[in-house]
């Protein structure tokens, strides 16, 4: 089908239909006769509505009977209309022009502080209460999304043309669905009808339409509305507008230091009420440019909900410029007051209304109290205060008040059925032209795909057999739903060390996923060295069972194989390859392990998860077997038996080993998000108390394993202020008894003398020798992070905007042999969106011992869950 005959076909079924419906139709335009794209049209009746397209079209189905419709833009006033619907279409065109503001005359303090600050103090103290207001409403959610790449990179543009990349769209869709939401944090959404083509790449508007401007976090970003927004925003107060009865004053949010995740722009607020008319808003991350534009109408008396949404996304990532845009309308709102707090309160000012808030304070807190349940005048912090101790008070009758939020998805097994007649005709808003375009290609592909399962011959560029590239370049194969069978490539492991000199792994992974959702891991691999000449090989297996968010494992694991000495393996493989041949560092220690262990890690709750686990090795040592290096060939390697401040010689002799091990982690303040009835942790909420022991069996088989070792640790992260975030890790530990003779069985901390970071940024050292500190002997060791938002470098708001991160960190570690060492160091990441770069300085006991700059790939550090996340 070409797309001349899609869309006569379109028009010919538009028309059909049209005999049998009615409702309205036609153009919102300004007083110059151009088009308002994207207008709301909200329908009083069925408190519902629709939005114009770009073309300022509109059209909506509605039964025979009287109306009153409002049309709203943001910047002009809105037009109430009054229609009476027959057996036909009623056809409109609406003019609208720019809204009045008047600057009302107003009370300012001493210091002609703006009359912003006074109405957004009076918004921000009754946030929680329009969060409260109802126990639960139900509405038709309709989202229309589409996007496309405006830009690439000039040397793949070729590359993206053969594989069908096309600028002009990349991929559309609608979807129709029901929400429920129930105080005070549930939302259940059924999805009615899905239709979309291309692929949207795992974004969602969801977040943005689900989430509020009343909570003190909205994606990811601080609220206008937060108690602690003054500290993050200037307000300006633009004006008020009288409308339908309501006035409504314009606040223009002006960050007070531009950054990523902060918002810019206008916000409106409805006056006595003190809920959201509209927001206009702004926000970058990472270089990604979002505008959020929202517009709230009143449900019923001072409940004002959201009917329309709005969201442009644009953004350039590795010189890939793109752009989306999702519309979204929420109707036929059917809502449930919470009947105590259906009272009218009015919100006095203290730093404003001085008088009346002093005789306020007098009243017993008996008679405030009172006030809540019956109306009348509070002060803002009185009433903030009486919100929050109602909101712990709900709290605690809660069945899991640990829950902090739930949401929901179910889809129609019908969902996706639905053909172009049936969106022509439900469709609240007409699509583009890039829209159609897309769908068009949509329906080809459907057509292509039913030929071929009908049996027609088509060529595809499935690859489904295996190709000599793939030994290079891995291969993934499954079979069924269950089964899947992975090949690494083999060029990701192809190293170099002065044991093994260059070597090479061929690895495999089967995983089988079970009926209950529990998965088992069945991974071979083997090793070769050509300077070496020992081929190793060992077996991995695992089984994970129990809930998602609490999955516990069981692990067995044997094999003969070369192990680092730190078990741990601090040094990269890859890491290691470069700073031997290129610098003749070689920072890898090996030994040869015979060997067989098993673990198991789980939970007493979801609090309080243990591991234990018994291993049980031949231990044979190792020497380097090669000079082989690309420079500096005159320049020896150093031995594989690293030295050590406390030992010296760290040679060992071959021998038998038995260690078991036993943990426990305890985080007492956890709390959890819940989705389609699956709980899942927010790790941020609490911080994290471990204690473990490790013990060699005292047996004279298992030489020199007589040894006993405990640890303590804390680990979190926090935003101590607006600043930034802190991130802490600090760990204590002993020998007791028996100090272990066997140098691998030492306490050894994750040191760096590479040029390149890859380690944790928490928890790991920038300048430490891998192995001259390892202990056998107490120690304290610690790690303070600190990522700044705006510090030396971020000043600039244009260096801000690009997402570059700045952090400080100090770490300190002590043995009875080390002193008191310390690193201090500060580093700029997410540069150029994935470059890390660190200079540090390390002293013992104060005085200073070295300096370094390290290079890495850039972090993630992520305030909602705390963790830290490194990609290679």
Same mark, same amino acid.
């Given at each position: 089908m070409n797309i001349?005959?899609?869309?006569?076909?379109?028009?010919?079924?538009?028309?059909?239909?049209?005999? &049998?419906?009615?409702?309205?139709?036609?153009?919102?335009?300004? @007083?110059? /006769?151009?088009?308002?794209? &994207?207008?709301?049209? #909200?329908?009083?009746?069925?408190?519902?509505?629709?939005?114009?397209?770009?073309?300022?079209?509109?059209?909506?189905?509605?039964?025979?009977?009287?109306?009153?419709?409002?049309?709203?833009?943001?910047?002009?006033?809105?037009?109430?209309? !009054?229609?009476?619907?027959? %057996?036909?279409?009623?056809?409109? =065109?609406?003019?609208?022009?720019?809204?009045?503001?008047? +600057?009302?005359?107003?009370?300012?303090?001493?210091?002609?502080?703006?009359?912003?600050?006074?109405?957004?103090?009076?918004?921000?103290?009754?946030?929680?209460?329009?969060?409260?207001?109802?126990?639960?409403?139900?509405?038709?959610?309709?989202?229309?999304?589409?996007? !496309?790449?405006? $830009?690439?990179?000039?040397? +793949? !543009?070729?590359?993206?043309?053969?594989?069908?990349? $096309?600028?002009?769209?990349?991929?559309?869709?609608?979807?129709?669905?029901?929400?429920?939401?129930?105080?005070?944090?549930?939302? $259940? =959404?059924?999805?009615? @009808?899905?239709? @979309?083509? /291309?692929? $949207? #790449?795992?974004?969602?508007?969801?977040?943005?339409?689900? /989430?509020?401007? #009343?909570?003190?976090? #909205?994606? %990811?970003?601080? @609220?206008? +509305?937060?108690?602690?927004?003054?500290?993050? *925003?200037?307000?300006? *107060?633009?004006?008020?507008?009288? =409308? !339908?009865g309501y006035e409504i004053s314009k606040i223009k949010v002006t960050p007070r230091s531009r950054g990523d995740d902060i918002f810019r722009g206008v916000i409106s607020i409805v006056e006595d009420v003190w809920s959201i008319q509209s927001t206009n808003l702004y926000m970058e991350s990472t270089g990604i440019l979002f505008n959020i534009k929202q517009i709230y109408e009143p449900i019923e008396k001072n409940v004002w909900l959201p009917i329309s949404h709005k969201f442009d996304i644009t953004g350039k990532v590795f010189g890939f410029k793109f752009e989306a845009q999702y519309l979204s309308t929420m109707g036929k709102y059917k809502i449930e007051l919470n009947e105590e707090l259906t009272q009218e309160y009015e919100i006095i000012d203290e730093s404003i209304e001085k008088e009346i808030a002093e005789e306020l304070k007098k009243r017993p807190s008996e008679e405030v109290t009172k006030t809540l349940a019956h109306g009348g005048e509070l002060t803002r912090k009185q009433f903030r205060k009486l919100i929050n101790e109602y909101e712990k008070e709900e709290k605690k009758q809660n069945n899991d008040p640990l829950v902090q939020s739930s949401y929901s998805l179910k889809i129609d097994s019908l969902a996706p059925t639905s053909d172009s007649i049936y969106w022509a005709r439900i469709r609240p808003v007409p699509l583009t032209a890039y829209e159609i375009k897309g769908y068009h290609k949509m329906d080809s592909a459907f057509v292509a795909e039913k030929k071929e399962a009908e049996g027609d011959t088509l060529e595809t560029n499935k690859h489904n057999g295996f190709r000599p590239t793939d030994i290079l370049l891995g291969y993934n194969f499954k079979w069924g739903k269950n089964d899947r069978l992975k090949y690494y490539p083999l060029w990701q492991y192809v190293n170099f060390n002065t044991v093994e000199g260059y070597n090479f792994v061929v690895k495999f992974k089967y995983s089988h996923t079970f009926a209950n959702k529990a998965k088992l891991f069945v991974s071979p691999q083997a090793k070769y060295g050509f300077s070496g000449t020992k081929l190793y090989g060992r077996l991995n297996t695992e089984f994970r069972y129990g809930p998602i968010y609490r999955r516990s494992s069981i692990r067995l694991n044997g094999g003969y194989y070369s192990k680092q000495i730190n078990n741990d393996n601090p040094i990269h493989p890859l890491v290691n390859s470069i700073t031997t041949l290129l610098f003749r560092d070689n920072y890898l220690k090996l030994y040869e392990s015979s060997f067989i262990n098993a673990s198991n890690q789980g939970y007493f709750s979801d609090k309080l998860s243990y591991t234990i686990g018994v291993n049980m090795e031949k231990r044979v040592p190792l020497q380097n077997t090669t000079t082989q290096g690309w420079f500096n060939a005159t320049q020896e390697y150093t031995s594989n038996a690293p030295d050590n401040v406390e030992v010296g010689s760290t040679d060992f002799i071959e021998n038998n080993s038995f260690v078991y091990t036993m943990g426990l982690s305890y985080k007492p303040w956890l709390k959890y998000s819940v989705r389609n009835g699956k709980k899942h942790v927010i790790n941020s909420s609490s911080p994290t108390f471990d204690i473990s022991y490790r013990s060699g069996a005292p047996v004279s088989i298992f030489d020199g394993s007589d040894f006993k070792h405990l640890e303590i640790g804390y680990k979190h992260s926090f935003r101590p202020g607006i600043r930034g975030q802190l991130f802490i890790d600090a760990r204590a530990g002993s020998f007791m008894g028996t100090s272990p003779i066997n140098f691998i069985d030492f306490k050894h901390f994750a040191g760096n003398e590479s040029p390149f970071l890859m380690e944790d940024p928490v928890g790991s050292y920038r300048l430490l020798p891998y192995y001259f500190y390892s202990t056998a002997n107490k120690y304290a060791s610690g790690q303070v992070l600190y990522q700044f938002r705006k510090f030396l470098f971020t000043q600039l708001p244009i260096l801000r905007l690009t997402g570059v991160k700045e952090l400080a960190y100090i770490s300190y570690l002590a043995t009875p042999a080390s002193g008191n060492y310390v690193e201090v160091g500060y580093g700029l990441d997410n540069l150029f969106r994935f470059l890390r770069v660190e200079a540090a300085a390390s002293f013992i006991d104060g005085a200073y011992n070295g300096f370094g700059i390290k290079i890495g790939v850039g972090t993630s550090i992520t305030s909602g869950d705390g963790s830290i996340n490194i990609g290679f």
């Open positions: 001349k005959t899609y869309l006569v076909l379109c028009l010919l079924f538009s028309s059909v239909f049209s005999g &049998f419906s009615q409702g309205i139709k036609g153009a919102v335009k300004k @007083s110059s /006769g151009e088009p308002i794209e &994207f207008a709301t049209i #909200y329908i009083k009746e069925i408190e519902t509505g629709t939005t114009t397209n770009l073309e300022g079209d509109f059209q909506i189905s509605l039964s025979p009977g009287t109306y009153h419709l409002v049309f709203q833009h943001l910047g002009y006033k809105a037009n109430e209309k !009054r229609v009476i619907i027959g %057996n036909s279409f009623l056809v409109l =065109e609406i003019i609208m022009v720019a809204e009045t503001i008047m +600057l009302q005359t107003v009370v300012v303090s001493g210091k002609d502080e703006d009359p912003a600050y006074t109405i957004m103090r009076k918004a921000i103290s009754k946030a929680k209460y329009h969060k409260q207001q109802l126990n639960s409403f139900e509405a038709e959610l309709y989202i229309k999304g589409s996007g !496309r790449l405006i $830009d690439s990179p000039f040397f +793949l !543009r070729k590359m993206m043309e053969k594989e069908g990349v $096309d600028s002009t769209t990349s991929y559309a869709s609608e979807t129709i669905s029901k929400i429920k939401f129930t105080r005070p944090n549930t939302y $259940d =959404e059924e999805v009615i @009808s899905v239709r @979309s083509t /291309g692929d $949207d #790449y795992g974004t969602s508007p969801n977040s943005f339409i689900l /989430g509020s401007f #009343y909570d003190p976090i #909205y994606v %990811n970003a601080v @609220s206008p +509305l937060s108690p602690k927004a003054f500290g993050y *925003y200037k307000f300006e *107060y633009l004006g008020t507008k009288s =409308e !339908r």
